[in-house]
């Protein structure tokens, strides 16, 4: 079973700061990555996808692939309290029904 | 945005006690799905459905069963709950296999069994 790791696994960041998010899959078979972010008491929610190798923007939030490492990064700008979330990658590969998604970075805005 | 509703909402029940969770799309989506979250697990996969009558079993099965009677409404059933499955539990749908396509997540279901 391919596996999805994601780091760090907590993350603490200051109003207006920058959060960079790390994700790692195993699978050479990828189709794409996904991020998801999840408020407390609410169900996930997709953030924005990926496959092409180098970046890729919506809004605040940038999405930075290497195909090579298997390696994707989140990088979120002037975060907000409203960020704070379970931010959760997943991966998509060629021939497979499902998402496997990664055990998650627990991100906090402060205030 | 796609609209998938999970009943109940919180769910308590005894060891050793029938539960069934519920789930309905109006998306029009064929592809369904039921996950399990726990900390330090993240989202894990316990079965999914491609459509009306079909069933494919997802990675952590045991204990679980699950049935699409509808295009629209995917149930997941324990019939002999066991404190190990105090969980969270989310059902999603997409329209299709693309790597692409997007997975909409109900509200989820806090499940506890006592």
């Known amino acids: 079973q391919q596996k999805v790791q994601q780091s760090p696994e907590s993350l603490s960041v200051p109003e207006g700061g920058m959060a960079s998010l790390n994700c790692t899959s195993s699978d050479r078979n990828f189709q794409y990555f996904w991020w998801y972010r999840q408020h407390s008491g609410e169900g996930p929610k997709a953030l924005m996808s990926i496959f092409s190798d180098g970046d890729k923007k919506e809004g605040r939030f940038t999405a930075h692939l290497n195909k090579a490492s298997l390696h994707v990064s989140l990088h979120i700008r002037d975060s907000q309290p409203s960020d704070s979330a379970l931010y959760f990658c997943?991966?998509?590969?060629?021939?497979?029904?499902?998402?496997?998604f990664g055990s998650g970075t627990q991100l906090t805005v402060m205030p | 945005e796609a609209a998938v509703t999970q009943s109940p909402r919180n769910k308590v029940t005894v060891t050793g006690g029938n539960v069934t969770l519920s789930c309905r799309q109006t998306n029009s989506h064929n592809y369904m799905y039921w996950y399990r979250q726990d900390t330090g697990h993240g989202l894990r996969l316990i079965h999914y459905s491609y459509g009306a009558g079909n069933l494919q079993i997802g990675d952590v099965p045991d204990g679980y069963k699950a049935t699409r009677t509808t295009q629209e409404d995917f149930f997941l059933l324990l019939e002999l709950a066991s404190p190990s499955q105090t969980s969270l539990y989310f059902c999603?749908?997409?329209?299709?296999?693309?790597?692409?396509?997007?997975?909409?997540f109900g509200s989820g279901t806090r499940l506890t069994v006592l």
């Open positions: 997943a991966v998509s590969s060629s021939g497979s029904w499902q998402l496997i």
């Open positions: 999603a749908s997409r329209a299709g296999l693309g790597g692409g396509e997007t997975l909409y």
